[in-house]
């Protein structure tokens, strides 16, 4: 399939008039053809239009057609082939291997919601039966189901091309709830965004589809986006990005005449708790293991290990010894882009300019281009409350280590740390005293907990939760991976005393689609 440089609207090919761009191979420190046409106002209102159009009638499809129609993007993503590899790493410098797996997660997403949307529990079907002899006051027959909030808005995340992209999971669940999605590519991956962008748009086409259901912006710099958070006929938004980026949104979201919700992935540091029972246990392991997770993807990852917290003692030394070593063997990786390779190194030079941060070790230099070079650092738990700036996200591979003199001192980091997508607790039977007092802490703080492994790495299942307190998330509810998704695209509706042959097939008494109900308080088929 070719590239053209063209943006998706609808059905059409449009190409953009307010400027150009071109993707870059961070790699080779190179722009790669072809431009890309940017769009303004003009192509973000003809895309909100055509998806406002489209809701009624995608809502009213059957089920059965929308999980074909999921199965539909993730088949044509496959067929896609060595092609769509090879421009991901061109604009990236992931490794192929590294954006196979990204692709096949990407293709079970999707998979996933068509399974969800056939099974139907996410309709969260009610009835509650009229008791017309109840004194003083009779009840009414009433009936709930959820349905879609309408056309959503989604953003592109640089650092998963595929998974977090244009048919990530932001647009999987949306499309699941039954609302039109209207993307915006990120600029660091103009390409990839087209290729899958095409993939959906003949989805669309070849399920007899509203074309509206589907539309792909491109633009440069933040007015485009502005304009489709903005824009009426959206009603909800999904973004994984940075704080200040995020926080745009929200703030241009609750101005609207119309205020909507943003899901926006945020920042977060990912506190790792190193119990003493483990550290005595497999102190050396679980270095060994950190340090992996810490470089996993040159370290862009939203859940990499960006803080250690652990009590201070001999086992801890031996950790932060074996961390360092590990680490100085890394060499350092080209990053995403040229401007996040900048930000990366202001960050890990502040750092190591703090005082009362010591810089334990780096890895080995090397002249690729927008190149990170790997760095651990350690700090005391005093210093660590004291100074706000050490609690900032470094999106890279590195680490702080804060070490405490007491368990208060470890609880008080603990409750002190923002929101977070992950905790980590290290531990052995022996810590699970110290284990009880931290997890009401860390249930507060964090949207996933893992005991004894390392939170690079999120599933794809039905009990995922990737979500967190601000600021890892601007809404603390939800989760942009897992089944549960769904929920952020959908409202429900009560109907009360409607006539049977204009309820909602999920709400009829003869269950037409046989799906769980809860009805009068019993949960079943009937």
Known sequence: MQITGDMLIGGSAVRGTRGTLRAFDPARNAEIEPTFGAGGTAEVERACELAARAFDPYRAAPLETRARFLEAIADNIVALGDALIERAHAESALPKARLEGERGRTVGQLKLFAALVREGRWLTATLDSALPERKPQPRPDLRLQKIPVGPVAVFGASNFPLAFSVAGGDTASAFAAGCPVVAKAHPAHLGTSELVGRAIQKAVVDCDLPEGVFSLLVGAGNEIGEALVAHPAIKSVGFTGSRRG?????????????????????????????????????????????????????????????????????????????????????????????????????????????????????????????????????????????????????????????????????????????????????????????????????????????????????????????????????????????????????????????????????????????????????????
């Open 246 to 526: 995020g926080l745009a949104l929200v703030d241009i979201a609750a101005k609207r005449r119309e205020p909507i919700p943003v899901f926006a992935e945020m920042s977060s540091v990912n506190p790792f708790f190193l119990l003493p029972g483990a550290l005595k246990a497999r102190g050396d392991e679980i270095a060994a293991g950190f340090v992996e997770s810490v470089t996993l993807g040159v370290g862009q990852f939203c859940t990499n290990p960006g803080l250690v917290i652990t009590l201070d003692g001999e086992e801890t030394q031996r950790f932060i010894d074996a961390a360092a070593q590990a680490l100085a063997k890394k060499g350092a990786q080209t990053m995403l882009t040229a401007g996040i390779a900048a930000a990366y190194k202001d960050g890990v030079l502040q750092r190591g300019e703090e005082r009362g941060v010591t810089t334990v070790a780096q890895g080995m230099a090397s002249d690729a281009s927008c190149a990170a070079l790997p760095a651990l650092f350690t700090t005391n738990a005093m210093h660590f409350l004291a100074t706000p700036e050490l609690e900032d996200e470094i999106f890279g591979p590195t680490s702080l280590i804060v070490i405490c003199p007491t368990i208060e001192d470890m609880l008080q980091v603990a409750r002190h740390v923002e929101g977070q997508l992950t905790a980590t607790l290290q531990l052995e039977a022996e810590d699970y005293p110290l284990a009880r007092q931290l997890l009401p802490v860390l249930e507060r703080k964090a949207g996933r907990i893992l005991a004894n492994g390392f939170p690079t790495g999120v599933e794809v299942s039905y009990a995922m939760v990737h979500g967190g307190p601000f600021p890892a998330t601007s809404d603390s509810r939800s989760t942009s991976v897992g089944a549960t998704a769904i929920e952020r695209f959908l409202r429900p509706v009560c109907y009360q005393d409607l006539p049977a042959d204009l309820l909602p097939e999920a709400l009829r008494d003869e269950n037409p689609l046989k799906l769980w109900r809860l009805r009068d308080g019993k949960l079943g088929r009937e």
